[in-house]
């Protein structure tokens, strides 16, 4: 790996060990492998990997520093779900369960997670299939599954249990977020991304139902 790669890496995880260094850039090197023979990500994405992919995965693990049980929501290629599960291997009683529908993609990240030993668990079902089958966590992630109203709804039986939600979302957040308060109501902080100016992090908290949503 570069200097000026790892660098970049340690700016949005400044504690990151060695060890964990290594393992990201291994997983590059899977998935590459991987996405010659399933569609993983599109091929111009596969150029910007470390950075569009795998440094904004990254940058989520220091916004809950102590946060032990994670879920990640439609992991597809493993971003940012096994990034973070590699990055919590670290920290002794981690935990993060990736669902992802898509068999081949399922299989991809079960090779990922077996490959770094990191402690984590996929599940091969549609998210709502797995309400009542996955506890609440600290922290729930999804990049690049749907529009905010419909994460809403895929996670409303975690975040009204008390989970807090890292959502990564591009440039048109805002009008997600506005388009989302007539059926919920939520507390949200923007936190502005590390790796992409145009992109931000949603912290939603306190999940409810609006009048016009019961």
């Known amino acids: 790996m570069t200097i000026d790669r790892n660098?970049?890496?340690?700016?949005?995880?400044?504690?990151?060990s060695r060890e964990t260094v290594d393992n990201l850039q291994a997983f590059e090197e899977l998935f590459r492998k991987w996405s010659t023979a399933?569609?993983?990500?599109?091929?111009?994405?596969?150029?910007?990997?470390?950075?569009?992919?795998?440094?904004?995965?990254?940058?989520?693990?220091?916004?809950?520093?102590?946060?032990?049980?994670?879920?990640?929501?439609?992991?597809?290629?493993?971003?940012p779900g096994v990034?973070?599960?590699?990055?919590?291997?670290?920290?002794?009683?981690?935990?993060?369960?990736?669902?992802?529908?898509?068999?081949?993609k399922a299989a991809f990240l079960r090779t990922a997670l077996g490959r770094f030993t990191a402690p984590g668990l996929v599940h091969a079902a549609r998210i709502d299939t797995m309400?009542?089958?996955?506890?609440?966590p600290e922290i729930i992630t999804a990049r690049a599954l749907a529009p905010l109203g419909r994460l809403f709804e895929?996670?409303?039986?975690?975040?009204?249990?008390?989970?807090?939600?890292?959502?990564?979302?591009?440039?048109?957040?805002?009008?997600?977020i506005e388009e989302s308060r007539d059926a919920w109501a939520f507390d949200l902080v923007e936190r502005g991304s590390a790796v992409d100016k145009d992109s931000v992090v949603l912290q939603i908290e306190n999940l409810r139902r609006t009048e016009l949503n019961r």
Not at 131 to 136: A, D, L, Q
């Open 83 to 104: 990034v973070l599960a590699i990055m919590l291997k670290n920290r002794p009683g981690a935990h993060i369960d990736l669902v992802e529908s898509n068999g081949k």
């Open 7 to 16: 660098r970049r890496l340690r700016e949005v995880a400044p504690d990151v």
């Open 38 to 79: 399933i569609n993983l990500a599109s091929p111009s994405s596969l150029e910007e990997l470390w950075d569009r992919h795998i440094l904004d995965s990254a940058q989520l693990f220091n916004m809950a520093p102590a946060a032990q049980t994670w879920l990640d929501l439609g992991s597809g290629g493993g971003f």
């Open 154 to 176: 895929l996670a409303e039986p975690w975040l009204t249990s008390g989970a807090t939600a890292l959502f990564q979302k591009g440039r048109d957040y805002q009008r997600e």
């Open 131 to 136: 309400w009542e089958r996955i506890p609440t």
